[in-house]
């Protein structure tokens, strides 16, 4: 699913952090458990690196009490793997958050004094739970939380104590989204506007992945008497029950769609996470073939136009 979202606050907020980061000690990346991959900001990965030097990253799962528990305890262990990263699983809703996440964070210092201030940035890409957790930690209300992507616009220093500085961003996407499943992943989410989005086409992803791995939960919810077969008899039963109908009884799949993706991101169907690390390493190796593919097939039309050039 090709995403064409990327306002102009947000092309200034990626400059802002790449200006920014050579004074930085420590990046807190707030990623959604659902899609702890597919909201990952390759650019965070890319500014965190500066003259050869890599920034500790302290890596908050957030969102976990929507996630798969099991799923997301195989993904804390997949980027524990890399070096300087830390990762702490969260809900806003449990106690001692913010204890636990300076805590972590400051075991990534072990030799600092609290005299001496670590300065952290926290990024993440929009409707992760950034604001939240930036509220959470600051024990007030400071940064403005909505249930619509892109709500912070601009940079904030906040004191949060422990001797941690925050310097808050703008949640941030990246121009393109190479990968085709990411993007689908992303809009089932909440990551990018509903207007950005076809639902009927994202609901379909979306359902076809749940019937493969989650059938169970689905006849639950749905209270159906088998496991659908494919993602519009779905659609279609739950828009019989739940009233998505046109005029004549037909049932509006469209309508169908936008329940289905709201009880999704809601957890009303269950706790579920919509990739894991060995799908990860299948796509990303098939993005990369595609991206090859397209370059060498660039060059040959090059080489083509220029032969004719001199013919």
Not at 124 to 138: F, H, M
Request: hydrophobic share 40%.
């Amino acid at each position: 699913m090709a995403i064409n979202w990327y306002p102009g606050h947000m092309h200034k907020a990626r400059k802002e952090i790449i200006a920014a980061m050579p004074n930085v000690d420590l990046v807190i990346e707030v990623l959604d458990a659902r899609i702890p991959f597919s909201s990952e900001n390759p650019v965070i990965a890319q500014v965190r690196t500066h003259k050869g030097n890599t920034k500790p990253c302290l890596k908050v799962l957030s969102k976990i009490d929507l996630a798969d528990p099991l799923q997301t305890e195989r993904w804390c262990q997949y980027f524990e793997q890399e070096q300087s990263v830390k990762v702490i699983p969260i809900a806003i809703s449990e106690e001692n958050v913010a204890k636990r996440v300076v805590s972590k964070a400051r075991a990534l210092f072990p030799e600092r004094s609290k005299d001496k201030a670590i300065r952290a940035m926290i990024m993440g890409i929009p409707n992760v739970g950034k604001s939240s957790l930036i509220n959470v930690l600051a024990d007030r209300t400071i940064a403005k939380v909505g249930n619509e992507p892109a709500v912070t616009k601009s940079q904030q220093r906040i004191d949060i104590g422990e001797g941690i500085i925050l310097n808050d961003t703008p949640g941030i996407l990246w121009p393109k989204v190479e990968n085709p499943h990411s993007g689908y992943r992303l809009a089932a989410t909440g990551a990018i506007k509903d207007t950005a989005m076809d639902y009927l086409d994202v609901a379909f992803y979306a359902a076809e992945y749940l019937i493969k791995n989650y059938p169970d939960q689905l006849i639950k919810r749905y209270d159906l008497k088998t496991r659908p077969s494919h993602p519009e008899q779905l659609l279609d039963e739950l828009g019989s029950k739940r009233g998505c109908l046109r005029s004549g009884g037909r049932v509006d799949l469209n309508k169908a769609a936008a329940l289905f993706i709201h009880e999704l991101r809601s957890a009303q169907i269950g706790r579920i996470t919509l990739e894991t690390p060995e799908m990860m390493a299948e796509e990303i190796l098939e993005v990369t073939r595609l991206k090859d593919e397209k370059e060498k097939k660039d060059k040959e039309r090059k080489a083509a136009r220029r032969q004719n050039s001199r013919g």
